[in-house]
T-cell receptor, first 114, second 109 residues
Framework: DVKVTQSSRYLVKRTGEKVFLECVQDMDHENMFWYRQDPGLGLRLIYFSYDVKMKEKGDIPEGYSVSREKKERFSLILESASTNQTSMYLC?????????????FGPGTRLLVL | GQQVMQIPQYQHVQEGEDFTTYCNSSTTLSNIQWYKQRPGGHPVFLIQLVKSGEVKKQKRLTFQFGEAKKNSSLHITATQTTDVGTYFCAGKDGQNFVFGPGTRLSVLP
C-alpha cells in the first residue's frame, strides 16, 4: 500500500511566522504535489515536483515556496504566514506520467493562522 | 486556463435513491479521474477514464467520459449511507490535473 504521511494533522501559527509542512511518501513516486483545500473551491494546486530539486508553480503559488532535496520528501514553506493561508493542506504523490498518474493523498494538515 | 466545473455543489438524497454528479471542462481533456473524500478524510482515487465515450462500472458506481472528452459523469445507483462524501473530478489538459470543486453527497437513512 502506498503511504503518504504529513508531519502534522493540526497546526496553529501566528501571522508572520515561518511555517514548514512536511510530506513523505514511501513508494518511490516521481511526482509530488501540494494542494490547499477550501470550502467551495475544491483542491487548488500550489506547487508540484516531477523530480528531486525540481519544482513547478501551480495555480496559486504566491506566498509559498517548496523544497525537494530527496525523492521521498516534499516540503511546503510559508515564509511569513498570513491569515488568508488558514486552510487544509494536502500533499499527494504519483508514480509519474509514464508509470501512472493516480494521485495518493496524505491525511492533510489543517493550518490555522492567527 | 483550464477550468473544471461540477454540478451540483450539494446533493441530499434518501437512502436507496440514485445520485449523479456532472463534471464539465472548458477544454478537451486527455483523461479524467474521479476521487472520493469521506468527511474528515482525504481524497481517494476511484477511477480514470481515457477514451472518448468510455463507460466504466464499479459495483453501484458508473463513470462516463463524454464523446467530446470535455465532460464526465458519476452515477450511483441505490445510494447507501457509506456513499456519503465529496466526489471530485480531475481533468488532465496538458501536463497537470485540475480538480473540480466537488459535489458533496448526503444520504439520509
Amino acid at each position: 500500500d502506498v503511504k503518504v504521511t504529513q508531519s502534522s494533522r493540526y497546526l496553529v501559527k501566528r501571522t508572520g511566522e515561518k511555517v514548514f509542512l512536511e510530506c513523505v511518501q514511501d513508494m518511490d513516486h516521481e511526482n509530488m504535489f501540494w494542494y490547499r483545500q477550501d470550502p467551495g473551491l475544491g483542491l487548488r494546486l500550489i506547487y508540484f515536483s516531477y523530480d528531486v530539486k525540481m519544482k513547478e508553480k501551480g495555480d496559486i503559488p504566491e506566498g509559498y515556496s517548496v523544497s525537494r532535496e530527496k525523492k521521498e520528501r516534499f516540503s511546503l514553506i510559508l515564509e511569513s504566514a498570513s491569515t488568508n493561508q488558514t486552510s487544509m493542506y494536502l500533499c499527494a504523490s504519483s508514480l509519474g506520467q509514464v508509470r501512472g498518474e493516480t494521485q495518493y493523498f496524505g491525511p492533510g494538515t489543517r493550518l490555522l493562522v492567527l | 486556463g483550464q477550468q473544471v466545473m461540477q454540478i451540483p455543489q450539494y446533493q441530499h438524497v434518501q437512502e436507496g435513491e440514485d445520485f449523479t454528479t456532472y463534471c464539465n471542462s472548458s477544454t478537451t481533456l486527455s483523461n479524467i479521474q474521479w476521487y472520493k473524500q469521506r468527511p474528515g478524510g482525504h481524497p481517494v482515487f476511484l477511477i480514470q477514464l481515457v477514451k472518448s465515450g468510455e463507460v466504466k462500472k464499479q459495483k453501484r458506481l458508473t463513470f462516463q467520459f463524454g464523446e467530446a472528452k470535455k465532460n464526465s459523469s458519476l452515477h450511483i445507483t441505490a445510494t447507501q449511507t457509506t456513499d456519503v462524501g465529496t466526489y471530485f473530478c480531475a481533468g488532465k489538459d496538458g501536463q497537470n490535473f485540475v480538480f473540480g470543486p466537488g459535489t458533496r453527497l448526503s444520504v439520509l437513512p
